[in-house]
């Protein structure tokens, strides 16, 4: 992926503005400068100070397990007030991290939540964060986990495609611990209501994880919270 910037300068001379490169160590202000300039490059992250820039992805193994999941969180966002989501966003953590997380859902400020909209620009953790990961040894359950974990997001959920498992960790005490499911089913601890059927998303069998979904949109948790009855 090449920026117009590297295009058009002349032979032999140096950039304006350096391009990104994977590895690069940087602060986030001259991430998200050299960042800007690129205009043909699609999604680089920080990362604990240093630049990350994937590779494309496949239908299979990324681009169809991000939809489905976001999909679920969509339809969770249009029932509860209150709450935002997106995808592929930079997200400005601290000076040394700017993910860009497969989804996220947060909390309004007026209702509680930790991130705020700054230039347009999520700044803070969202209180809930999706990642699609190849499997365990990517840096999505290290460095990203860290990342998340000291800048308090509340709940992480990481899709490990080729291990075929769905992990929900929580925050607790400074720790992400992984969430004990009820009969198979992740309840989320922040957001009421949110259930997820693992089994059912990794077989593809959608119309069940919906059905669950809708199940925890009917439960008298989820009321309370869409009403601000939980006083949060």
């Known amino acids: 992926m090449t920026s117009s910037v590297l295009q058009s300068r002349p032979p032999g001379t ?28 699609k999604k680089a992250e920080l990362i604990e100070g240093v630049v990350h820039m994937p590779s494309p992805v496949s239908a299979e193994d990324h681009g169809e397990p991000h ?16 709450v935002r989501g997106g995808d592929n966003s ?13 989804g996220y859902l947060r909390l309004l400020p007026e209702c509680g939540g930790q991130a705020r909209l700054v230039d347009g620009y999520v700044t803070g953790a969202p209180e809930l964060i999706v990642e699609i990961a190849a ?48 009969d198979g089913i992740y309840h989320s601890e922040t957001f009421p209501g949110l259930w997820l059927d693992p089994d059912a998303v990794l077989r593809g069998d959608l119309a069940h994880a919906l059905d669950v979904l809708q199940q925890g949109l009917a439960s008298p948790e989820h009321t309370a919270f869409a009403a601000g009855d939980d006083q949060r």
């Open 135 to 182: 499997s365990s040894v990517s840096y999505d359950l290290h460095e990203k986990l860290n990342a998340y974990r000291r800048n308090g997001v509340r709940e992480y959920v990481v899709w490990r495609v080729w291990d075929a498992a769905i992990d929900w960790f929580v925050l607790r005490g400074g720790r992400f611990e992984p969430l004990q499911s009820r």
């Open 14 to 41: 140096k950039p304006a503005i350096p391009p990104l490169r994977n590895g690069d160590h940087l602060a986030r202000d001259e991430f998200e400068r050299r960042y800007e300039s690129m205009t043909g490059v």
């Open 90 to 102: 930079s997200l400005r953590l601290d000076l040394d991290n700017e993910p860009q997380p497969d």
């Open 67 to 82: 939809f489905d999941l976001n999909g679920l969180l969509f339809i969770y966002r249009v029932h509860t007030p209150c």
